[in-house]
């Protein structure tokens, strides 16, 4: 078997629910909820667990919501298969964090105070901005960038062939939209998110995230970790702050990211927290890469039957 990639879910894979049946049946899961209200100040295993969903959609709940289920899937992965080995890791956007701190890079307490700061920071920006994103179905990369250049919108997530998702204003992404469907893509659909992000409108995060991240200490990932920014290997820790910071405004290059990791002999990709977006851009890139993933009970037992197998 080839080299292993662990994944981890952005914003949008969250659900009300989410970690409640590991935490119902796991006894160490208790342990890191607990940790967690306690690093932030509030009950976020409640929000999880029960919502209300709107409360969960929040930005500033969603973000660390996702990073702590991932964690707790990646930490419940490495209990029951002892002998786990992986050689990267990579998440999309905000799982960006969580694929650092696996990797050893800063810690549990600090990436989750970082992404409920930088949470907070987007929902601000979202209140002061009048944008949104929607997915661009079944147009290729060269002409969704010509229309984001004739209506004045931005590419934010270059997710898997057939499926890109732009953002910007709220009146220029509706044209782009119309433009898009002109141009040949199938569907264009506007998203339910609270704002424009990985656009320029998300500029104000990046000066409060940079002075939030002086905070954290980075330390040289232990296994490669994969940029959204660069498609490529981080580099040393100031390196790694100032990318998360370009992060905010840059394009998700992801589709790039999992073909450098395919290039690079990674065959075995385990996706780890709530949803499965990210095994279907994986079977849209290539099909021939083995996904599997950890977000409860049923997909945990799974996996760990596959990787002991």
Not at 19 to 48: E, H, M
Not at 60 to 68: N, R, S, V
């Amino acid at each position: 078997m080839g080299k292993t990639v662990l994944l981890f879910a952005g914003q949008g894979a969250q659900t009300v629910g989410m970690g409640k049946d590991l935490a119902a049946q796991i006894p160490t899961v208790k342990s890191w909820f607990d940790r967690a209200n306690a690093t932030l100040g509030y009950d976020l295993a409640r929000i999880c667990f029960e919502g209300p969903e709107a409360e969960l959609t929040k930005t500033e709940h969603a973000q660390p919501g996702i990073f702590l289920v991932g964690w707790l899937a990646f930490e419940l992965l490495r209990e029951k298969v002892p002998g786990l080995e992986f050689h990267a890791t990579a998440g999309l956007s905000l799982g960006e964090f969580t694929a650092l701190a696996a990797a050893g890079a800063m810690s549990f307490e600090d990436g989750l105070r970082i992404v409920r700061e930088r949470g907070r920071f987007m929902q601000e920006a979202c209140e002061t901005t009048q944008g949104g994103m929607a997915a661009i179905i079944g147009l290729d990369e060269a002409a969704t960038r010509q229309v984001c250049s004739e209506e004045g919108v931005y590419l934010a997530n270059l997710n898997c062939p057939g499926q890109i998702v732009i953002s910007g204003a709220s009146d220029k992404l509706q044209q782009a939209c119309e433009l898009a469907k002109t141009r040949g893509a199938k569907r264009a659909l506007p998203l339910i998110v609270a704002g424009a992000y990985h656009s320029p409108l998300m500029s104000s995060v990046r000066t409060k995230l940079e002075q939030a991240l002086r905070s954290v200490r980075i330390s040289q990932p232990k296994v490669t970790v994969v940029s959204n920014v660069t498609a490529e290997p981080h580099g040393p820790p100031a390196q790694i702050a100032q990318r998360l910071v370009e992060q905010v405004t840059a394009s998700v290059r992801w589709e790039d990211s999992m073909r450098y990791l395919l290039a690079q002999g990674f065959t075995r990709f385990i996706e780890l927290g709530p949803g499965t977006a990210l095994s279907g851009f994986m079977k849209r890139i290539d099909k021939n890469a083995q996904m599997l993933n950890v977000a409860d009970v049923p997909s945990l037992e799974a996996t760990v039957k596959a990787l002991t197998a």
